[in-house]
T-cell receptor, first 113, second 114 residues
Framework: DAKTTQPNSMESNEEEPVHLPCNHSTISGTDYIHWYRQLPSQGPEYVIH???SNVNNRMASLAIAEDRKSSTLILHRATLRDAAVYYCILMSYSGAGSYQLTFGKGTKLSVIP | DSGVTQTPKHLITATGQRVTLRCSPR?????VYWYQQSLDQGLQFLIQYYNGEERAKGNILERFSAQQFPDLHSELNLSSLELGDSALYFC?????????????FGPGTRLTVL
């Protein structure tokens, strides 16, 4: 079962910042917060991940609340190519030294030209 | 291009049949994952292999089985197919099994059961 809550959909104007929220109130100390996105007709694509501290990479920034019960994916300037379903996922320890991704419904981001 | 290849791209078959989906991971990746994506269930984790051994199982039906071969490619076998098995099947690979490992997804195999 998905352990994250995201809005079903969001809209953004092109070249404006986008803040995609995610709640994960039952997160455990060993869970990593991962974000993936799925463009139409493609497989999911890694965006960013973090544990406790905020993270930046060339695609996005991840802001993690101090209590880790929520996080926000930030796209600094949305482009039409960023239109996708964005999944906030807790990478949880599944035993045997392994971690598992559990996908929820995600947020469908529409970018308006 | 993620570096993960899946064959075939499309597969159309009839109920009761058996099919095999193939996945080649990125060079150097030891871990392979299988996922099913249907309209009503979203992306569901099925099973994970690491260096030839099964490591984690998700919502995989007993009619489905998988294996990872010594050359690290993996196959997902689906038998006694039902209409509800129609879905996109994704394979992903990662270097290891750490919580920080990125999973790289293939383009998927679209299975249609008639």
């Amino acid at each position: 079962d998905a352990k994250t809550t995201q809005p079903n959909s969001m809209e953004s104007n092109e070249e404006e910042p986008v803040h995609l929220p995610c709640n994960h109130s039952t997160i455990s100390g060993t869970d990593y917060i991962h974000w993936y996105r799925q463009l139409p007709s493609q497989g999911p694509e890694y965006v960013i991940h973090g544990l406790t501290s905020n993270v930046n990479n060339r695609m996005a920034s991840l802001a993690i609340a101090e209590d880790r019960k929520s996080s926000t994916l930030i796209l600094h300037r949305a482009t039409l190519r960023d239109a996708a379903v964005y999944y906030c996922i807790l990478m949880s320890y599944s035993g045997a030294g392994s971690y598992q991704l559990t996908f929820g419904k995600g947020t469908k981001l529409s970018v308006i030209p | 291009d993620s570096g993960v290849t899946q064959t075939p791209k499309h597969l159309i078959t009839a109920t009761g049949q058996r099919v095999t989906l193939r996945c080649s991971p990125r060079s150097g990746d030891l871990s392979v994952y299988w996922y099913q994506q249907s309209l009503d269930q979203g992306l569901q984790f099925l099973i994970q292999y690491y260096n030839g051994e099964e490591r984690a199982k998700g919502n995989i039906l007993e009619r489905f089985s998988a294996q990872q071969f010594p050359d690290l490619h993996s196959e997902l076998n689906l038998s006694s197919l039902e209409l509800g098995d129609s879905a996109l099947y994704f394979c992903a690979s990662s270097v290891g099994i750490s919580g920080t490992d990125t999973q790289y997804f293939g383009p998927g195999t679209r299975l249609t059961v008639l």
